[in-house]
T-cell receptor
Framework: AAGVIQSPRHLIKEKRETATLKCYPI?????VYWYQQGPGQDPQFLIS???????DKGSIPDRFSAQQFSDYHSELNMSSLELGDSALYFC???????????????FGPGTRLTVL | AQTVTQSQPEMSVQEAETVTLSCTYD???????LFWYKQPPSRQMILVIR??????QNATENRFSVNFQKAAKSFSLKISDSQLGDTAMYFC???????????FGAGTILRVKS
């Protein structure tokens, strides 16, 4: 079965640079979620999109922006990178339209961002 | 806002034995979902088991079962017949009924010893 695809899997950037992380949800999934997991920490919710509209917003820095495109893939844009942005970034997708009250989130393998 | 607390940073268990991981949460909602996720060294997030708060019966998935105590806001995970492949970080997570963000606990590292 198709899974959530994230690219790149690994990314190394310098401070103050920009980075773009991409997420391709499971086919027919309409909702995308982004989470940030720092070293030794639990995943923290950043932002979510449903049918290309922002659905919920968590602790996402103003330096970060995200969007969901017409093909439902999503991109997380990160500017003015800081050392503290080094983390594993997960994307998850769900089928909110058909899922009813419960829509399970399926996680991608994550993108490991290292800021030097 | 909901919070999830896992008070055991690390646990160890001998292969084939049983171990219980603890989780408590705080919410003012009456209906919600609770989950246990496994994160092995590969860092992939794997759903282990889920529980709907409106169901009194505890969820079971093969060797994994939960003890859900709604009034006490407690949601523990029991792993029976522990296997070396169960070695991982385990996260307890909460999700509101509107099904948006997951709120995770700090995690418990489980080591299964041979």
């Amino acid at each position: 079965a198709a899974g959530v695809i994230q690219s790149p899997r690994h990314l190394i950037k310098e401070k103050r640079e920009t980075a773009t992380l991409k997420c391709y949800p499971i086919p027919r999934h309409d909702t995308v979620y982004w989470y940030q997991q720092g070293p030794g920490q639990d995943p923290q919710f950043l932002i979510s999109f449903y049918e290309k509209m922002q659905s919920d917003k968590g602790s996402i820095p103003d330096r970060f922006s995200a969007q969901q495109f017409s093909d439902y893939h999503s991109e997380l844009n990160m500017s003015s990178l800081e050392l503290g942005d080094s983390a594993l970034y997960f994307c998850a997708s769900s089928d909110r339209t058909s899922g009813g009250a419960y829509n399970e989130q399926f996680f991608g393998p994550g993108t490991r961002l290292t800021v030097l | 806002a909901q919070t999830v607390t896992q008070s055991q940073p690390e646990m160890s268990v001998q292969e084939a034995e049983t171990v219980t991981l603890s989780c408590t949460y705080d919410t003012s909602e009456n209906n919600y979902y609770l989950f246990w996720y496994k994160q092995p060294p590969s860092r992939q997030m794997i759903l282990v088991i889920r529980q709907e708060a409106y169901k009194q019966q505890n969820a079971t998935e093969n060797r994994f079962s939960v003890n859900f105590q709604k009034a006490a806001k407690s949601f523990s995970l029991k792993i029976s017949d522990s296997q070396l492949g169960d070695t991982a970080m385990y996260f307890c997570a909460f999700m509101s009924l509107d099904g948006n963000k997951l709120v995770f606990g700090a995690g418990t590292i489980l080591r299964v010893k041979s």
